[in-house]
């Protein structure tokens, strides 16, 4: 073994010292799976419908469509992360992509751009560009209207989550959706005490499956 490959075997070896030593959400959650909690066992078949809120740059909706062959609308504000997701998926009729992020209501509003983040609740540091926002009960008008359970839908929005989940629980729409994935945010004084009130809210329809908070949870309805 040549001297950059022991190099190389050394960082690993460090890495998974650190990572197995490591406390807190974040590393339990790296260490019981990772990404792959994400993706693996969710109740999802070939003809169902998939709500990617924050599709980023698609990883999620491109594993879920290898796995599963599922129908996916991808949902993306962010004007360089929604050229991404044209070329990556314009070609796969399975995927509907709409520029546009989700909120409690539609119109138009200011995100900070920070890297791979953004934030229509703080500003980040960054650039800042309007963008469009669709309100989450036009959106289930707009995208499933005829099917009415969505197998999974995918919450990462940089703070919007609290909003688009009050709203659905208000209108009975959590009620249409199978599984949730949720990435909650620390983005104000309220938000440890909003989360703890969505859990208890969501509790009544879902279970709980795993639960590294702020970094992702699972809900899987109970029927």
């Known amino acids: 073994m040549g001297l950059g490959q022991r190099l190389s075997a050394g960082l690993d070896w460090y890495r998974g010292w650190r990572m ?3 406390t807190g959400p974040l590393a339990n959650f790296h260490r019981n799976g990772g990404n792959r909690l994400l993706v693996e066992n ?31 609308v991808v949902f993306e504000p962010v004007p360089e992360f929604q050229r991404i997701l044209s070329g990556r998926f314009a070609k796969n009729q399975r995927v509907q992509l709409v520029d546009a992020g989700l909120d409690s209501h539609t119109g138009r509003t200011s995100l900070w751009l920070a890297g791979d983040g953004s ?36 919450l990462n929005v940089e703070g919007a989550e609290y909003a688009v989940l009050e709203t659905m629980l208000a209108a009975g729409l959590a009620g249409r959706v199978k599984c949730f994935l949720i990435q909650f945010h620390e983005v104000a004084t309220t938000s440890r005490s909003r989360r703890f009130e969505l859990q208890r809210r ?18 899987t309805a109970r029927i």
């Not at 969710?42 to 599922?70: I, K």
């Not at 229509?120 to 499933?144: H, N, P, Q």
């Not at 509790?203 to 699972?218: A, G, I, L, N, Q």
């Open 119 to 154: 934030s229509v609740l703080r500003a980040t540091g960054g650039a800042s560009v309007k963008v469009d926002m669709l309100g989450v009960a036009e959106a289930f008008v707009s995208f499933a209207d005829t099917q009415p359970i969505v197998a999974c839908m995918k």
């Open 42 to 72: 969710l109740p999802v078949t070939s003809d169902e419908l998939v709500f990617d809120v924050g599709g980023f740059h698609g990883d999620w909706t491109a594993e879920l469509q290898s796995r599963y062959g599922c129908r996916s």
């Open 20 to 22: 197995a030593r490591s």
């Open 202 to 219: 969501l509790s009544t329809s879902h279970r709980c499956d795993f639960d590294y908070p702020f970094v992702w949870e699972k809900w």
